[in-house]
Structure formats: structure tokens, C-alpha cells
């Protein structure tokens, strides 16, 4: 059976004092005689006390608004249409708090285009923001000017590690990419040459791409029985005429 959660009102009555004395000690506000505050936070400790969240923001007058930042999906990659859905469905759950959402996306492809729509994010002066963090450089420099406005930022698919954020929502990307490869050598006699395609104008600014490319290849460097060659192709853009020219030339270039 769960052990019964303490209230402020339970504390008070521990204490012998009142509900408005427990809680300026809890929110550090107010004058409380030391021999009180101390005692306060030893039955605050003993009882594993910790307060209720929900409760405090449905009391709470502020209004918070979320702004997420995500690429735009598309027909070549779908990849990103459930994420927006995912959000939407997870504020209607929140329906009887006050948060409240916008839904920002940029353009893969373009490094212009994301750090336009930052500018946008600004605009709607979000309460916190949820990032897909696909371009390294402009990623960056955008964490950078949340933290200045102290408004804490999550990062989904991928994360920046020298950036302050508050929490990651995906997969480690680089053992992702070793698992690729384990899988890939696998199912490749040993003999045969893998070609690792990835489509990105500027593959190393595209950190996602770059960490499970990095993956992929460590495996084979360090642990992989095939010993074919393994041949990169980055292709800029998602052109499937330009894909089609990049493969072939690829396929003309290695043949035995």
C-alpha cells in the first residue's frame, strides 16, 4: 500500500505551528524565528515532503506558453509528422493547466531559414522551447540567447552538450549509428563494400547526421568482420534527380 503523501497542513500540525508559517519556510519567504525554521525543515526531511506541483500551478495566475522548434516535414521524410501531433495531443492533456503551444518549423536544408524562425520562437515570448537541434552552429548560438532570457530549452532527436539544457527526449544518436553498423555487417558477406549515403548541404553542421555517420563508422573501424571498403557519399540537397547523379557516379567509381 502506498504510504500516504504530507501536506503542508499535515507538517503544520507536527510542528505545532501554522499552515502560513510551513509554507514561508518551504518558498524561503518571510520572517521565521530560527529555532522554528529549523525544526520546520528536519520534519520537512523526516517526512520525505515534497510539494504539490499541479496544485501550485493550477493556483498560479501565470499563463505558460511552450514554442516548439522542429523541422518541417516532408514527403522525403516523414519523419517529423508525428512530433507535432505528439505535442498536440500532450497539451490537450494538459487542458486543465494553464500551458498553452505553438508549433514553429524550418526548413532542413536551410541554415537561413532556422535562424529566421528563432526570431519567431522570440516573438511568441515562450515560458520554454522544444528544439530539434539539426543545425550544430546556429543551434548553439540560439541555447545561447534562450539562456541569456533564462528560458529553458529541451532538446529532442539529438542534443548539443556544451549548451545548458534542461533535458534530452530521443536516442544517443552516436551508439545509434553503431548499431547501424553492426546490423549492416551483419547481413554483408565479408568481402563486400557498404555505401553510406547522407543528404545535407553542409553535413558537418547537420549534427544529427554527422554523430551517427561517426557511430557507424567506429564500429567498423573497431569491431566489423566485413572488410569491403566503406564508401561515403553526401549528397546537398534531397533532389532525387541529384540523388540519382550522386549513386550512379558512386557505383561508375567503384567497380571492380
Known amino acids: 500500500m502506498p504510504l500516504k503523501k504530507s501536506r503542508i497542513k499535515d507538517i503544520a500540525k507536527i510542528a505545532g505551528v501554522s499552515i502560513g508559517t510551513v ?16 525544526k520546520i525543515e528536519r520534519i520537512l526531511k523526516d517526512t520525505n515532503y515534497s510539494p504539490n506541483l499541479m496544485a501550485q500551478v493550477l493556483k498560479s495566475k501565470k499563463r505558460f506558453h511552450l514554442v516548439s522548434l522542429l523541422p518541417t516535414p516532408s514527403e522525403d521524410n516523414s519523419f517529423w509528422k508525428k512530433h507535432s501531433l505528439g ?6 492533456e494538459l487542458d486543465p ?9 524550418f526548413d532542413m536544408q536551410s541554415e537561413k531559414d532556422f535562424q529566421e ?34 528560458i529553458p530549452v529541451v532538446f ?5 552538450e556544451s549548451t545548458d539544457f534542461l533535458a534530452y527526449i530521443g536516442e544517443n544518436i552516436f551508439r545509434s549509428g ?6 549492416a555487417d551483419m547481413i554483408t558477406p ?12 553542409n553535413i558537418s553542421n547537420v549534427h544529427h547526421l554527422a554523430n551517427r555517420t561517426e557511430g557507424f563508422m567506429s564500429y567498423f573501424n ?31 567509381e567503384n567497380r571492380e
Open 97 to 105: 493547466f494553464p500551458v498553452t503551444h505553438s508549433h514553429v518549423t
Open 23 to 38: 509554507d514561508r519556510v518551504i518558498h524561503n519567504r518571510g520572517e521565521v524565528a530560527e529555532k522554528t525554521r529549523l
Open 178 to 183: 553503431r548499431v547501424a553498423g553492426q546490423l
Open 222 to 252: 573497431n569491431s566489423a568482420k566485413n572488410k569491403g571498403k566503406i564508401i561515403i557519399v553526401n549528397i546537398p540537397t534531397p533532389s532525387s534527380d541529384d540523388i540519382k547523379t550522386a549513386i550512379d557516379k558512386a557505383f561508375l
Open 117 to 150: 524562425k528563432t526570431g519567431m520562437v522570440f516573438g511568441f515570448k515562450p515560458d520554454g522551447v522544444l528544439l530539434a537541434p539539426i543545425f550544430k552552429s546556429e543551434s548553439t548560438i540560439f541555447c545561447s540567447q534562450l539562456q541569456k532570457e533564462n
Open 87 to 92: 505535442i498536440a495531443r500532450a497539451i490537450d
Open 156 to 160: 529532442i532527436d539529438e542534443y548539443i
Open 190 to 201: 565479408e568481402k563486400s563494400d557498404i555505401l553510406v549515403v547522407t543528404i545535407a548541404r
